[in-house]
Structures are given as C-alpha cells and as structure tokens.
C-alpha cells in the first residue's frame, strides 16, 4: 500500500492571511555583461532590474542582489535599490544618515583604499531585504550606484580589466519572491 506523508501542502496563491512565509513567485535576472561609468551622480546599473507583480497587497517581497565589481581605488560612493511602482521610485533598504557619509543598501563596498596592484580585484557587495510594498501593481526592483566622483566605476569587471588569464569578469543578479503574509 502506498502512502504520501507530508507536514503541509501550499497552494499555488500561497497560504492564507495568518498562514505566512509561502513563496508564491519567484522572479531572477542574470547580468552577465559589464557596466561602467565616469560621471557623477546616481546611475540604474543597465540590465539588471527584476519585474514582479504581487498577487496580494499583504504579501512581502524578499529583494536579493549580489554585485561584483571595483570603484577606482578610495573613491567611495556606493550601491543602493531602486523600487519603482507606477512611476514612482523610492530608494529602499538604506543606512542610517551619518554626516556626509554615502548610504548603501547594501553590505560590502566595491572599492579598495590600497592602489597598490589592488585595481585587477573584482569586489562583492550583497543585500537582502524584506520589502512591504502594499499594493498589487507591477513592481521593478533596479540595482543603482551611487558615484562621488568621475573615476571608474565598473560592474562584472576589475578597473584594469586586462585581456590576461590572472584577470577575471564575474556576474552579478537580482532575485525577488513573493512572500505571503
């Protein structure tokens, strides 16, 4: 005789209000090409943004971003993201304001204070966060830099990014899930 012995079965709309912590969707871009940039100001990092829709104004979204990449030795600035609901864009997940120090909304920075042999160095800087957004409308979560000045700032790349075997190219990613209430 055969037998099926689970500790619950959710279904595909998640479990109910109360329930929580059901993955209803789950939505993933891949940047495996580069980006850079030499000026200053908040740049969207092109091609790698994520698009959800929830299916309930109670769920949360559970944003996961890994980037890899170098900012010119000491320049500073930092990574932050984007949700953007009808038009409407606000930076999520920041630090504390603390003088005039950049705020990230991510852990780790993509630059190095030592300039010595440290511009072939790919870096990785990391967020997750458990946004509450309260709506059903379609959502875009975008992985942004924040640029202090006009050195270079790269993605998926070392500044020196030479054609050599003892240098590297990486990928970064964006994933968002649906997380039931």
Do not use: W
């Not at 000045?149 to 994933?175: K, P, Q």
């Amino acid at each position: 005789m055969s037998q099926i012995k689970v500790n619950s079965i959710v279904p595909v709309a998640g479990v109910p209000t109360g329930g929580g912590g059901g993955i209803i969707q789950i939505k993933q871009t891949v940047k495996t090409d580069t980006f850079s940039s030499t000026s200053t100001g908040t740049h969207d990092i092109t091609g790698l943004s994520v698009t959800i829709t929830p299916t309930s104004s109670s769920s949360k979204i559970l944003v996961l971003c890994d980037l890899c990449g170098h900012v010119h030795n000491g320049m500073g600035g930092a990574p932050q993201m984007k949700r953007t609901i009808s038009g409407s864009s606000t930076t999520i997940g920041l630090a504390n304001s603390a003088g005039s120090r950049s705020r990230s909304s991510f852990s780790g920075n993509l630059y190095t204070t030592d300039g010595s042999g440290s511009n072939f160095l790919i870096l990785s800087s990391n967020t997750k966060i458990l946004d509450s957004p309260s709506t059903t409308s379609q959502i875009t979560y975008q992985a942004q830099l924040v640029q202090i000045s006009t050195a270079l700032y790269c993605i998926n790349r070392s500044e020196f990014d030479v054609d050599g075997n003892d240098y590297t190219r990486g990928v970064s990613n964006i994933t968002v899930m649906e997380v039931s209430a």
